[in-house]
């Protein structure tokens, strides 16, 4: 798109808060036309459009080589975790700035310019064990092309204008609901549903008005004050003809009634300390989970004709995930594991298929139905043909000196790559 037209403008405002003040700042260059204007695909949220990390983009690199495959632009950021969002011309990322400050920065898209910035207090200090993986923003955003909505790492809740930057509204849920603040940060990264967000947060699963920030319902508190909030991220299925909200707490596994917050069922996860982090996904109406300190296992909801929940384990397997969400390709399932191994799994019997040799810490990953693309937490790319019967791998790219703990994002032919000390975009 071309910039016909530059106007510069700086903005600030200050919000109360009970105890204090909270400023956000939004430095805004704002252009015509509109950077919102539907023309290319975008990727509004968590593992993109359907949060299965599934992408609509069928013609894939035949190598990651650079008559292929290459870096369009970088941009150094301080240090986060968030994924990147892409709403059209627009790119949207995180950051905690000098360990105390949270920022949102949106860039353009075909340079990485920077268009305007948003800021608010959000450092806390995680658990000692955790606390070589950084104190960073942790939620991915999620928009709907008009607002942004992102969760701090302090429990904090913000809703942005998408072309400014402006703040529309804020919440503390530690004021809202009087509670801690979670050890490891809030990690969940929000679902938005029409005029609905949902978002584990405030020690408990939460349903908030888009537009405003008011809560409709809270359900699912946590009883343990000293971590907090679930790390997990919500989904939507729609399960024996039921659209409900599918949730993993840290320590179950629960399908929720989307307008009252109601438990329709609810399904023990075990895993250490409450480590049940991989986002939920769905196979054939069944629902593959896999924690660390517990196993792998795939379980089937079901609705009796007098309208009563029941929840099946199909099967299980004694392979532990830790941090990284799956992708399902037909009837196989492809995972990083905790001992930093990949393998594939059949989701109609649990048979472990193949299993690879160590890789990194964590792989984010993107599949378009016939091949995946996997971030490595090293700062490599691999591509792989998606094959149950070994572990194909077609490509590998350095693309990152840093930790590449974000999710990876793609958006047409371009791939956008946060590490910890910046982002770059990639195309072929």
Known sequence: M??????????????????????????????????????????????????????????????????????????????????????????????????KTERVIALERATGKSIWTSEWEGSMTVPFFAASNGSWIRSTPITDGTKIYIGGMRDFFVCLDARSGKKIFDIDFTKRFATELPGFGQVCSPLLDGDRIYIQSGGGLLCL??????????????????????????????????????????????????????????????????????????????????????????FAPTLSSDGTWSVSEKWNNKAEAYMSSPVVIGDYLYVHLKNQRAACFNLKTGEETWR??????????????????????????????????????????????????AHIAMAGNQVFIRDLAGISLWSW
């Open 2 to 99: 071309l910039l016909r037209k530059r106007l510069f403008v700086n903005a600030y405002c200050a919000v109360a808060l009970l105890s204090g003040f909270l400023v956000i700042s939004a430095e805004i260059n704002a252009t015509e036309p509109n950077l919102l204007a539907a023309s290319v695909e975008s990727w509004p949220g968590w593992r993109g459009p359907n949060r299965d990390a599934t992408t609509a983009q069928r013609q894939w690199p035949k190598s990651l080589q650079s008559e292929h495959f290459q870096k369009q632009w970088s941009v150094p950021l301080d240090r986060g975790y968030s994924g990147p969002i892409i709403i059209d011309q627009t790119v949207i990322v995180t950051e905690t700035k000098d360990s």
């Open 209 to 298: 008005n888009a537009s405003s920030g008011e809560t409709i319902w809270r359900s699912l508190v946590e009883s343990d004050a000293m971590y907090g909030s679930a790390f997990s991220s919500p989904i939507i299925a729609t399960l024996q003809g039921v659209r409900q909200l599918v949730v993993q707490t840290r320590k179950a596994l629960c399908g929720i009634d989307m307008e009252t917050g109601k438990t329709l069922w609810s399904q023990n996860v075990e895993a250490f300390r409450g480590m049940n982090i991989l986002t939920p996904t769905i196979w054939n109406e069944c629902l593959f989970v896999s924690s660390y300190g517990g196993k792998t296992q795939l």
């Open 356 to 405: 690879t040799r160590p890789y990194g810490k964590y792989w984010s990953m993107i599949t378009n139905g016939q091949q995946i693309l996997a971030l490595d937490e090293t700062g490599k790319l691999f591509l792989i043909n998606a094959n149950p019967e070994k572990f194909d791998l077609v490509d590998t790219k350095e693309v990152s000196d840093q930790d590449c703990w």
